[in-house]
């Protein structure tokens, strides 16, 4: 949603861009933490790949597995990523690490700061209105419950796999959410009593919830 506001705002076209939560997302969902090769690409045409760069850090190239507790067995290796040299074709041909939270910052800076345009927070979608040159979107204000009634030429529904706009659509959200494998990302240091054994601290990207511990 954020990229889109930002592109349109690029091209000339005025946005408004609204959120149910009162503040914002503090860390990282579903696959928000990679950045994809297309991505970057987008973001060089939008002008803001410099910040997103500097806060991006290469995913691993392996991960180990060691079993919890502690088996004494080697950990297995699996190859994460395999790198491969950027072309003229695909001049960012490897995909890259940022938090989502830190990802929507960026964006949402380069929008203020260019445009002076801020996410309404606490702004719930409740229901539009589709006719032949616009449509009436129906937001409440959480704040106050006062309800608002806002025509646009378009409607962007960014908002989820719950998306109310899909609902209201009656598209269809194909897909199923797997039961044998439970997984939580995060950037964790472990400082003291090493989980490797062989340094002080330890930086894990990954931790599985399988009876088995995912270093990289």
């Not at 997103?52 to 991960?63: A, E, H, N, R, S």
Request: with cysteine.
């Amino acid at each position: 949603g954020l990229s889109a506001a930002l592109l349109l705002l690029r091209n000339g076209l005025s946005v408004r861009i609204i959120e149910k939560l009162p503040q914002f997302h503090p860390g990282d969902r579903g696959a928000g933490i990679m950045v994809r090769c297309r991505t970057l690409e987008l973001y060089k045409v939008l002008g803001i790949l410099p910040d997103i760069l500097k806060q991006c850090t290469m995913p691993p190239d392996y991960i180990s597995y060691r079993s919890s507790p502690d088996d004494g067995k080697p950990p297995r290796l699996s190859l994460l990523f395999e790198k491969m040299e950027n072309t003229p074709a695909r001049p960012f041909h490897n995909p890259l690490f940022l938090g989502q939270n830190i990802h929507e910052r960026i964006l949402r800076e380069h929008i203020f700061a260019d445009y002076g345009v801020q996410v309404e927070l606490g702004t719930e979608l409740r229901s539009f209105e589709q006719h032949a040159d616009h449509v009436v979107a129906h937001v409440v204000k959480a704040a106050d419950l006062k309800e608002e009634d806002i025509k646009v030429d378009w409607l962007i529904g960014a908002d989820g796999a719950r998306s109310i706009v899909r609902k209201q659509l009656g598209l269809t959200f194909v897909g199923e959410s797997p039961t044998e494998m439970e997984a939580i990302l995060g950037d964790m240091h472990i400082v003291g009593d090493s989980i490797k054994g062989d340094s002080d601290e330890v930086r894990t990207t990954f931790f599985v919830a399988l009876h088995e511990l995912i270093l990289s």
